[in-house]
């Protein structure tokens, strides 16, 4: 039995399995919100609402040990500035875990972790993506038909390139018969 022991291996060694949880509170603090698989979301919640608590605490010392597992400092500040001020009254569960499909390929658990209260600005950045994607796509359809003048332009060169070919070798001579001996 596994009395006092805590915490999944996930079939990773110990460094590889930190490391992995290291980038991903990262990225879960950067962008408020990642997909991963059912059984890591578990495991990054218990880090993640520790490493919140931290920034809430917004001392030195809660900044040194953040640090070990926040190595961006960009994130850093946001983790003391923005996210604590957004969690000062909030006594613990910072993160949400949501089921999502299987994956196709392994049919593995699929799952969204995301801060509770996300910032309204990170919600606004999507539409404005998708925006700026409908946007560009009526300037490629524009640019189609000169590219493939363009295209029906470089094949007619090439064509005109070839035509004066030089004379073909007699069949069934070999080397010495291209070479004129």
């Not at 596994?2 to 399995?17: F, N, P, Q, S, V």
């Not at 930190?18 to 698989?37: C, D, K, P, Q």
């Not at 029906?152 to 069949?171: F, G, L, N």
Request: charged residues 35%; glycine residues 6%.
């Amino acid at each position: 039995m596994k009395h006092r022991i805590a915490g999944r291996r996930l079939d990773r060694t110990t460094e590889h399995r930190t490391a992995m949880f290291r980038n991903m509170v990262t990225s879960l603090l950067r962008h408020e919100g990642i997909v991963t698989t059912l059984p890591k979301a578990k495991e990054l919640k218990r880090i993640a609402d520790k490493t919140i608590t931290l920034g809430k605490k917004g001392t030195s010392h809660a900044r040194r040990i953040a640090f070990r597992d926040v190595r961006d400092a960009e994130i850093l500040e946001k983790l003391f500035g923005p996210i604590a001020e957004r969690y000062a009254s909030r006594p613990g569960g910072y993160t949400r875990i949501v089921h999502m499909a299987r994956r196709h390929g392994d049919n593995a658990q699929m799952a969204l972790i995301e801060l509770v209260d996300r910032a309204p600005v990170a919600a606004e950045e999507e539409p404005a993506k998708v925006e700026k994607k409908a946007a560009k796509k009526p300037e490629k359809k524009a640019a189609a038909p000169e590219k493939k003048a363009e295209k029906a332009s470089r094949k007619a060169a090439k064509i005109d390139k070839t035509a004066p070919a030089t004379e073909k070798s007699p069949k069934g001579k070999g080397m010495k018969a291209q070479r004129g001996q």
